[in-house]
């Protein structure tokens, strides 16, 4: 039996630096990345005051707006003078730039009222911040408010002040109703500074400032009377909606052959009457209204006016 | 070529260094990221393991806190350490106390199999809690890196050669390569 001669083993020297070493390098780099990714996504913290933080819970309570989560609260901290709370807030870095001067904050909690149900998620949840962002210089202290600001206007439109003995049931959010449709909201309601009055300030949409005149009479038209007499019964006449949220109506007379009175500017105040005349009811001049719809119409916009 | 330590035994400890210093990096954002986020009924929470073992204590389950803390924290600590002090001590050589080194990798080996506790509990809670608005759990990236150092541990530990430990510790041997 003749025995081949033995292969030579190969030998092959240890790599001076081994494959394995790249484990803790992609871990270095995976790791990185990761603890990366998480502080871009941070924003900047705030503080924020509030007179009443109930309900309001460190790592559970989120700022949100329009209904988005744009941040946590971090930290719930008592003022150093016990007369209310500073509320910590990480925003999210996309939502960074609502941290600016101006920037309203408020606690969403749930709220029934006639006017309708707000909030009624956070029946579940516990409250939450909403914000609505400002657009001044970056900031990152602010002054909570400590109700629901009223809701954001349209541009167009104009506002009145109405003076008014009793409240009734002008607060915000009633309506401004012109032949029982609703054409405006009130705004804001306050006690006028020497107490005499009410003062109410109401917003009319755009198309339908120009029915408030300068001769506009303006009466409570919330809720409703019942009248029995020898007659009958005489309910007074009220839309079911301002029955229920209370609101304020008005009408505008027919000047003189027709004409009518200059139209109300923007501030103007009037009264409010509790209850309106039958003549007023009767009121039905012609006012031309130039309603959006027919700006918007396709041939207009063709036409390149406006 | 006159070599008393085959080839793959010391790459064998270069393997085990080289897993086990990628579990300690790894261990960092397994730390101190957020492991899951839970949603109860609207409200939302993110843990890290750590704060998550905080909640579970002061929420009275005292013995699942213990629980976790020992299975996510504790252990894979322990673990990364006692590794270490072996790769040191193998490194080195000289093995008078051999025996007990053996019994500490035995150790090791059998606790590394409990640290993947938190990730089954992040796993089986994702897929389990899914009521919707009322209570959703979801798993973060926290969750990712603290499997990743886990499995980088245990391959660790399986790429340590507890023989390496029985050499005899003369001077005269070639030292194990530098890396």
């Known amino acids: ?56 819970a460190a790592d559970r309570t989120e700022l949100h707006h329009k209904g988005v989560s744009v941040g946590t609260v971090t930290a719930v901290e008592l003022k150093p003078n016990l007369d209310g709370v500073t509320v910590r807030v990480r925003l999210r870095q996309t939502a960074a730039a609502i941290a600016s001067e101006g920037a309203l904050f408020w606690i969403v909690q749930p709220e029934i ?11 579940l949840t516990g409250p939450r911040l909403n914000v609505r962002p400002g657009n001044g210089t970056p900031a990152n202290h602010f002054i909570g408010l400590d109700r629901t600001p009223p809701p ?17 049931s002008l607060t915000t959010g009633a309506g401004v109703f012109y032949r029982q449709m609703k054409v405006g909201a009130v ?45 009958g019964a005489e309910l007074k006449n009220t839309s079911l909606e301002s029955m229920l949220s209370g609101g304020v109506a008005f009408a505008t007379p027919s000047g003189e052959g027709g004409a009518l009175a200059d139209l109300a500017p923007e501030g103007m105040v009037f009264q409010v009457a509790s209850e309106a005349e039958k003549e007023w009811i009767k009121w039905a001049p012609k006012i ?19 | 070529m006159k070599r008393r330590h085959p080839y793959l035994r010391s790459e064998k400890l270069a393997n085990a260094t080289a897993f086990a210093i990628a579990a300690a990096v790894m261990l960092v954002p397994a730390n101190f990221l957020p492991v899951l986020t839970t949603q109860t009924s609207g409200r939302s929470r993110t843990d890290t393991i750590f704060s998550g073992t905080v909640e579970l204590w002061n929420q009275g389950l005292w013995a699942i806190a213990a629980i976790v803390f020992i299975a996510s924290i504790v252990i894979p600590l322990l673990k990364l350490v006692g590794l270490g002090w072996l790769l040191i001590q193998a490194r080195r050589g000289a093995m ?23 990730v089954f509990l992040v796993a089986f ?6 009521f919707g608005v009322f209570s959703t759990v979801e798993p973060r990236s926290g969750i990712i890196a603290f499997a990743i150092a886990v499995v980088l541990t245990v391959l660790a530990t399986h790429a340590f050669d507890p023989r390496v430990l029985w050499r005899s510790g003369s001077k005269s041997e070639p030292a194990l390569p530098t890396l």
Request: no cysteine.
């Open chain 1, 1 to 56: 039996m003749s025995m081949s001669p033995a292969p030579t083993p190969k030998v092959s020297r240890a790599p001076r630096f081994p494959l394995v070493w790249v484990v803790p390098l992609i871990a270095l780099a995976v790791g990185g990345w990761m603890v990366a990714h998480e502080l871009r996504n941070r924003g900047p913290e705030i503080t924020i005051d509030f007179a009443d933080g109930s309900g309001i």
């Open chain 1, 113 to 123: 009222g006639l006017s309708g149900i707000r909030g009624l998620d956070t029946l």
């Open chain 1, 152 to 168: 954001e206007l349209p541009l167009e439109g104009r506002a009145f002040i109405l003076q008014s003995d009793q409240l009734g």
């Open chain 1, 187 to 231: 705004e804001t309601s306050r006690l006028a500074d020497d107490a005499t009055a009410i003062l109410i300030r109401i917003h009319v949409e755009a198309p339908y400032a120009d029915l408030v005149r300068t001769n506009t009479r303006f009466w409570n038209a919330g809720g409703f009377s019942f009248k029995v007499g020898l007659l």
């Open chain 1, 288 to 306: 031309p209204l130039v309603t959006p719809e027919v700006v918007s119409e396709p041939s207009a916009q063709a036409g390149g006016g406006k």
């Open chain 2, 96 to 118: 008078r106390n051999a025996r007990q080194l053996t019994r500490l990798y035995g150790a090791l080996d059998v606790i590394g199999r409990w640290s993947m506790l938190d």
């Open chain 2, 125 to 130: 809670l994702s897929g389990v809690v899914r």
